[in-house]
């Protein structure tokens, strides 16, 4: 990616005024990704205005020391998107992922950036930068700023690409970890970041009702297709009643992928209006095809789709039936 890298550093050369933006309900890669462009920039001189659809999940709170990430209000923050000279989209390529951001993004003149390790990316940006081979948006940001400058990564920088790698990887378990990877997270640990801060932060610092929330989950899964398939149902009822969020469902669908024989592992989350559903699967079975088939996309063995003004009894059956075609 030298050429697209090239590229990167002459825009940040020619422009002043930089957004950052990510994917609705950031995660780890999201946040952690868009952090560490923006202490680049700002060490640089520019002008950095992070702003999302949505507001920082809690656990992930610990790394925005500064209060630079903001939730987007179109009163004071169109008038900011449309002065940009470049937006930098991190961790997604479709604008659709983008929601309230969408049109304010796509309406304005800046040059646009997309910064992204997954498939299919949409045709809306000036400079694509993308490796699906990567484990994380943030192993791409590692690289991006160590060819423009190593000593670019501080020790901020260091734990915000962490904390971007381990949350994408499973905490380096996933089949895309590999010894680069740890070369990769050994320069990060060198130059300041923790792992056992950022680990307790990002997982142990959750609520009661979020681990009660995953009892009554685990308490329901279901195991279909002759033990080839698990899933996780998680009801609005079921959110009212632990007083959680869609956010705290992050990391139960792997418990799925825990059961003997359970190739193909999903959870289905009710919205106010349709539903989320969460793919993953082992070895050759790409999840990915299935989530599209429900409008969504992601990795060869971890996906997610968002169906909108639908209801689980009817959605869910339907998975399920696709899901033969993949458990195989």
Same mark, same amino acid.
């Given at each position: ?6 590229? =990167? ?10 957004? #950052? ?14 952090? *560490?462009?923006? =202490? =680049? ?7 950095? *205005? ?12 610990? #790394? ?10 179109? *009163? ?50 000036? %400079? ?16 991006? %700023?160590? =060819? %423009? ?160 003004? *639908? ?8 998975? #399920? ?8």
């Amino acid at each position: 990616m030298n050429k697209e890298f090239e590229t =990167f550093r002459a825009v940040v050369a020619k422009k002043k005024k930089f957004v #950052l933006t990510t994917h609705v309900n950031p995660d780890g890669d999201g946040i952690g990704s868009e952090l *560490a462009i923006a =202490f =680049f920039l700002k060490s640089r001189g520019k002008d950095v *205005a992070i702003i999302n659809h949505s507001s920082t999940p809690s656990n992930y709170l610990f #790394l925005d020391t500064q209060g630079l990430v903001e939730t987007f209000d179109a *009163a004071n923050h169109t008038p900011i998107l449309s002065r940009a000279e470049a937006i930098i989209v991190l961790d997604t390529n479709h604008p659709d992922r983008l929601v309230s951001i969408k049109e304010p993004v796509l309406q304005s003149k800046a040059y646009k950036i997309c910064i992204d390790h997954h498939l299919d990316p949409a045709d809306f940006a000036d %400079l694509y930068i993308i490796d699906e081979p990567s484990t994380a948006t943030g192993e791409i940001v590692y690289r991006l %700023l160590n =060819f %423009l400058d190593p000593r670019s990564i501080t020790k901020e920088i260091a734990g915000f690409l962490y904390t971007a790698i381990m949350t994408d990887t499973g905490s380096f378990r996933y089949p895309k970890t590999d010894s680069e990877v740890h070369t990769i997270i050994a320069r990060l640990v060198e130059i300041g970041a923790d792992p056992v801060e950022i680990y307790e932060n990002v997982y142990e610092k959750g609520s009661a009702g979020r681990l009660k929330l995953l009892g009554d989950a685990l308490a329901n899964l279901q195991v279909v297709h002759g033990g080839k398939v698990a899933y996780l149902v998680i009801t609005r009822k079921m959110l009212s009643e632990t007083g959680t969020t869609e956010v705290d469902t992050d990391a139960f669908v792997p418990y799925t992928l825990s059961i003997d024989g359970v190739k193909i592992g999903m959870m289905f989350t009710e919205l106010g209006q349709g539903l989320k559903i969460n793919f993953r699967s082992k070895g050759d079975i790409a999840i990915n095809e299935l989530a599209k088939e429900f409008g969504g996309n992601g990795h060869k063995n971890a996906a997610g789709a968002r169906v909108h003004d *639908a209801q689980l009894s009817d959605i869910l059956p339907k998975v #399920l039936e696709r899901c033969q075609s993949y458990a195989r």
